[in-house]
């Protein structure tokens, strides 16, 4: 499925939306308190995945391109009646991918499964990095210079194959490939403010490393504004950060995980995005891309977002840790790296298969 935006990509009220919920940081470290698009631009934005759990409320959100193998003209049909400027149309199955992503200015991929209680996401490996590569194939073949945000999971492992796989077709810009962790930062962001009653416009906590686990990072120390807490509160913060996403699969009891604080995140990354694209000069975001900060290949910490993608990876936040900090960053690089190739190593693989 597949719903265009020729004029603007936000319609009114979802742009409105965003902009009464909690601001993207960038907008709020200038002291500014929205950043309006130019009316005349025209951005097209594609959801690969687009009649999942995460698909659907993300469409409504930011009312854009949607592409599914199942499902999607209804979703398409129930969008096209919401009175925003943004046109809907859809694209179902492998035969109507090439004309989904056309002239496609974001790419935001979800497609894939969910875990289920018990289950790690690199369980979600054997299945969703074969969706992964075949959606990005597409992606290289049909709008190579897209920005594109990779929401399916193991994204620690996923990331690596889309790089490994636009390699292969000789389109790879580093710039332009983002692992979403955009949910580990509102988490964040929203527990401190609940712990130490602070207004949740005003926090800002920048997440590093990966997207599961012991990688997903807070840099509470970094905390803005600046907060004092004990050894305690900084240990049940993390941990707390770092299984997040499990405390929704266990709540889910099977029927999934997080799909609407997702979506909700997601928006907020492709708000950003076309910000940027827009020319603001003032998007930062935290992402999980091609990162040399931490003797890894890919890493995430804050990055600063331009017109061609990430124009600087703000190493400094990485400075001046604490001790707790210090020691997680160095427990997290292991498993981070047997992720990272883990990736790698499935794409070369299917790679000198099809050879
Ligand atoms: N990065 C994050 O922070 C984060 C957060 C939440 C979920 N996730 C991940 O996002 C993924 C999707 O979660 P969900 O809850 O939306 O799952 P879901 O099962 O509800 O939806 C997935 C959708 O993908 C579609 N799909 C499957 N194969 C496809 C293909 N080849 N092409 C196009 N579409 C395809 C399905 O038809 C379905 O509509 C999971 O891997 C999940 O782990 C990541
Ligand atoms: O936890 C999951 O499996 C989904 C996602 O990665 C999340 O953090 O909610």
Known sequence: MNCESESSFLGKESYAALQNSSSPRSVKSTGRT???LNPQASYKVAILGAAGGIGQPLALLVKINLY???????????????????QVSDFTGPSELADCLKGVNVVVIPAGVPRKPGMTRDDLFNINASIVKTLVEAVADNCPEAFIHVISNPVNSTVP???EVLKQKGVYDPKKLFGVTTLDVVR??????????????????PVIGGHAGITILPLLSKTKPSVCFTDEEIHELTVRIQNAGTEVVEAKAGAGSATLSMAYAAARFVESSLRALDG???????AYVQSDVA?????????KLGKKGVEALISSDLQGLTEYEQKAVEALKAELKSSIEKGVGFAQKQSVAAA
């Open 295 to 303: 003797d890894l290949p890919f890493f995430a910490s804050r990055i």
């Open 68 to 86: 599914d193998i199942a499902n999607v003209k209804g979703v398409a049909a129930d969008l096209s009646h919401c009175n925003t400027p943004a």
């Open 34 to 36: 929205q950043y309006h």
């Open 188 to 205: 964040a962001n929203t527990f401190v403010a609940q712990k130490k009653n602070l207004r949740l416009i005003d926090v800002d906590v």
């Open 161 to 163: 194959i889309a790089a």
């Open 280 to 286: 603001d000069g003032d998007v930062y975001e935290c």
